[in-house]
């Protein structure tokens, strides 16, 4: 069996960020975990691109067009939608939701640091407090898929390996 992993090795890569204005106390939390991320594991500010959108249900378009462009490896999608007393909670956090398609379109990696929280508390948990940080988390998984991809298209190529290797060691 052979096994393909990858470094968090963000060096050279050019990631995009889309954010939203919308609770915007919280999403600044998750952009600058994000970029925290990014930083710590080699991506250049030079190579960081964040586009502001007013809110979830304006993320997906911007997404798509940023994986369209051929600017970027990775997208990391940051929002945070709180349920209130109606179903507008449920048609933005679909509609937000929809960014992955973006990524099995075009085979560029969107990774979804959306938060769907059921009270403010539990956003803010997520975004920098007791619960860690979701933008992080996000950039992380940015730069790991992006270098996955990488190796799976090009085996050998630095920053992910292909090794044999048994299922446990997965």
């Keep these: 069996m052979r096994i393909v992993e990858a470094t968090l090795d963000g060096s050279g890569l050019r990631i995009g960020i889309v954010v939203t204005r919308f609770n915007d106390t919280v999403t600044r939390r998750l952009l ?28 997906p378009v911007v997404v798509r067009r940023m994986v369209d462009s051929g600017h970027v490896d990775a997208v990391i999608a940051l929002a945070a939608v709180v349920r209130g007393q109606t179903a507008h909670f449920d048609y933005v956090a679909g509609n937000a939701a929809t960014v992955g398609q973006a990524a ?67």
Excluded: M, Y
């Design 32 to 59: 600058d975990g994000a970029v925290d991320s990014l930083r710590r594991h080699h991506v250049g500010d030079d190579d960081i691109t964040v586009a502001w959108v007013p809110g979830g249900w304006e993320l």
């Design 104 to 170: 099995i379109d075009t085979g560029v990696p969107v990774s979804f640091g959306v938060l769907t929280t059921e009270t403010w508390e539990q956003a803010v948990d997520r975004a920098g407090g007791k619960r860690g940080n979701a933008g992080a988390d996000a950039a992380l998984a940015a730069i790991e898929t992006a270098r996955v991809l990488e190796a799976l298209s090009k085996p050998g190529q630095a920053g992910a390996s292909w090794r044999a290797g048994d299922a446990g060691s997965a």
